[in-house]
């Protein structure tokens, strides 16, 4: 069966691998980074303020297990949300079960960390982010929605009939069937209870700035998408809401 693991909103990711661009060589492994948005930042010291995130796991299918703080989505469909919690290091069956990704991810490139910021990525990144996992398995692919917002999607094939999510360290799990789409979202809180995928996206640069809380110098100015004084960047601010697909960024 295919499992399907998206990944929508700020999200860092890190691709880990030999040389200078081991996004685009194999084998690799991902490590994934959701950015503490809980709480608004000024990550540069010139640059508007990030507003504030909520980080959930999102399921339409039939889901058991134990995690509280759960509450339905607001777009009306049979959805739960479930919140992400401080240093959650998420591990999920059939997504960390591997010890390379099938093929080199093609990101976009305007997705590249490096087209916006020349920082490195922090080495205590993980303990810096609100929750984190690793990807050592299946295909990963950038993708756009509908109204143009990127998203990562991964696809997962597993050999029993049910993956099993975990927060390590915790009693929180879950349990979805083999052939779910779960989503891992780091949104506006009332962009996340909605339908993300479907809305009009046009957020401000500022929801990008978060992901330089996890360099290990940010910028004096930051910069983004809609930041046309960048070179490289153009206007478009539909991926001000998307992920950042980072090379080599540890120092």
Known sequence: MTFV???????????QGEGN????VYPFKLDVYIADGLSSHQPCQSGDLTPTHGAYLRIRS?????WPGRRACGDGSPCWLYPLFQDDKIRIAGVIDGESMMK????????????????????????RSLASLSISNGTVEIKRFANKMYYTEGTFFVNSGHV??????????????????VDILNLPRLVADSSPETQ????????????????????????????????GARHDPDLAGSIACS?????
């Not at 693991?5 to 691709?15: E, Q, S």
């Not at 700035?209 to 809609?226: D, F, M, R, S």
Request: charged letters at 20%; hydrophobic letters at 35%.
């Open 5 to 15: 693991l998206r990944l929508i909103g700020i999200i860092t990711l890190a691709c």
């Open 21 to 24: 661009d081991p996004c685009n």
């Open 62 to 66: 039939a889901v058991s297990g134990h």
């Open 104 to 127: 080199p991810i093609k990101p976009t490139p305007i997705l590249q960390w490096g087209r916006y910021t020349t920082e490195k990525l922090a080495r205590d990144a993980a303990k």
């Open 164 to 181: 099993r999510i975990v927060a390590e360290g915790t009693n929180r799990h879950l349990q979805v069937p083999a052939n779910s789409i």
């Open 200 to 231: 009009s996206h046009h957020a401000g640069r500022e929801h990008f700035y978060l992901h330089w809380t996890l360099t290990e110098n940010p910028p004096i100015v930051c910069a983004g998408p809609e930041d046309e004084l960048n070179v």
């Open 247 to 251: 090379n080599s960024l540890y120092p």
